[in-house]
């Protein structure tokens, strides 16, 4: 199931969104709710509209190591995410690279980005072709 390949790619210990739902209790739902998760996530698919839930971030300011707090510039901003929306989004992440990947559509020179492929790829391709 896809929903089982997603809650394996997520970073379990990532802080939840604005929903305040974290991986840990994703991942302790029974299978009901699993499956409820899924149909809400293959409706979402089909009519192509993202839950609000989904869009909303929790901004969170993080104070740079050794500035002063007092000043504006010092902070970070953080957005966290619903961690309900990013594991449709490891969904929909895992559904394209599996029909580009079948289809070939890949350029052989994008290594950027793709499971087992790192930008070293190119600069060896690179030194072996000087």
């Not at 210990?13 to 929903?19: H, K, N, Q, R, Y």
């Not at 929306?85 to 559904?95: A, I, N, P, R, T």
């Not at 087992?116 to 000087?130: H, P």
Request: proline share 6%; aromatic share 6%; glycine share 6%.
């Amino acid at each position: 199931m896809e929903l089982l390949g997603a809650f394996a790619l997520v970073n379990k210990a990532s802080s939840p969104g604005s929903d305040c739902v974290s991986y840990t209790e994703l991942t302790h739902v029974g299978d009901k709710a699993k499956m409820r998760l899924l149909a809400i996530f293959n409706a979402s698919w089909e009519s192509r509209r993202l839950e609000p839930c989904c869009k909303r971030a929790r901004v969170t300011p993080i104070l740079k190591p050794g500035k002063s707090p007092m000043d504006l510039d010092s902070y970070c901003p953080i957005a966290l995410l619903s961690c309900v929306g990013k594991l449709m989004e490891k969904m929909v992440l895992m559904s394209l690279d599996s029909l580009l990947m079948k289809n070939n559509a890949y350029p052989p020179q994008l290594s950027g980005f793709r499971k087992g492929r790192s930008s070293i790829d190119n600069v060896i391709s690179l030194i072996n072709c000087v």
